[in-house]
């Protein structure tokens, strides 16, 4: 009841969305829909797609894909996470999925998805962004690192048994 509740505030935030000028990142629409789901299911193969494809609904406007000589080859999406706090709602973005096309891994795509997304939703009054990672996921940590994010929690067996999570934060002002 209370994630509902959050997913409607969250959602009514996104909608009122100032966007600002992107190098080669979009928003989702159907097309890149197609690109995103290849690319999700190629990088988390076991896992539903259908959350991925809820977001693109409810936060069109903070699913970011990435476009490499007109193929979507990334694509990062966001929910917001609003916390009322002294009477005031703070707004906290978390990272729902980031991924890049292999084929194109290790070229800078991640790295300018974030930073590009990111300064959006500082323009946005986000004040955080938080995120959840496989703690021996090294490739996703190094780019979230560079980027500035610092570990705040480890969760044991997060992700299944031996398997823990790692929870980063980014402030933002
Ligand atoms: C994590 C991921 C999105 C990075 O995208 P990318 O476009 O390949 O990364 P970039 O080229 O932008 O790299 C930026 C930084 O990330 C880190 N990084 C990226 N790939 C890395 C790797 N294989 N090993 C270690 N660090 C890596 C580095 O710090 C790199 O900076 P550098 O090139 O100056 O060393 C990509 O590896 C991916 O899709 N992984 C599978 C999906 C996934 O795990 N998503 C995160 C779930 S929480």
Do not use: H
């Not at 197609?34 to 896992?47: A, M």
């Not at 998805?113 to 009054?125: D, G, H, Q, T, Y």
């Amino acid at each position: 009841m209370r994630r509902y509740a959050e997913e409607i505030i969250g959602s009514g935030i996104s909608k009122k969305w100032s966007k600002i000028d992107k190098v080669n990142i979009t928003t989702v629409d159907e097309a890149s829909l197609t690109d995103v789901l290849k690319i999700y299911s190629q990088n988390f193969p076991n896992r539903s797609e259908k959350k991925l494809i809820r977001y693109s609904q409810i936060f069109p406007n903070i699913f970011y894909v990435i476009q490499y000589n007109g193929k979507s080859v990334g694509y990062c999406s966001y929910y917001i996470q609003p916390t009322l706090s002294l009477r005031k709602i703070k707004r906290s973005a978390v990272i729902f999925s980031v991924a890049v096309d292999r084929d194109f891994s290790r070229k800078g795509f991640g790295e300018a998805l974030l930073r590009e997304s990111i300064k959006e939703l500082k323009v946005n009054r986000i004040e955080s962004i938080w995120l959840f990672v496989n703690a021996e996921n090294n490739a996703a940590i190094g780019l979230y690192k560079k980027i500035g994010f610092e570990s705040t929690d480890i969760i044991e067996n997060m992700y299944g048994e031996g398997k823990n999570g790692c929870k980063m934060r980014l402030l933002l002002n």
